[in-house]
């Protein structure tokens, strides 16, 4: 079955890196677009980034251009998303998801352009 799980969470002090990985089973990767959003307590998901099927287009929320960085290998099933410079405003638990198709819809709407989320990998910024 169609299964997502990321990895690569943890704790990190402000203006450190955090590689997240998101490997794919249960489906053919390169046919979708993937995306990441996240959640901090007592907020909304929001849409961080998303990388079409190809890899060819990649969109990032505003809040994380310049810092983050989304990529994939379809070979390998797996969709990274490098994350530098991290804030404390960056806590919170993030989700790959599958997209329906292999284009990327707007981050805004991210969250709700998913039809298979993972279980999501918690990253603390904190000093």
């Known amino acids: 079955q169609v299964q997502l799980t990321e990895s690569g969470g943890g704790v990190v002090q402000p203006g450190g890196s955090l590689r997240l990985y998101c490997v794919a089973t249960?489906?053919?990767?390169?046919?979708?677009?993937i995306g990441w959003v996240r959640q901090a307590p007592g907020k909304e998901r929001e849409g961080v980034s998303c990388?079409?099927?190809?890899?060819?287009?990649?969109n990032y929320a505003d809040s994380v251009k310049g810092r983050f960085t989304i990529s994939r290998d379809n070979a390998k099933n797996i969709v990274y998303l490098q994350m530098n410079s991290l804030k404390p405003e960056d806590t919170a638990v993030y989700y790959c998801g599958r997209i329906k198709g292999p284009d990327c819809t707007s981050i805004y709407y991210l969250p709700v352009s998913g039809d298979f989320w993972g279980q999501g990998t918690q990253v603390t910024v904190s000093s």
């Open positions: 249960g489906f053919t990767l390169d046919l979708y677009a």
């Open positions: 990388i079409s099927s190809n890899g060819g287009s990649l």
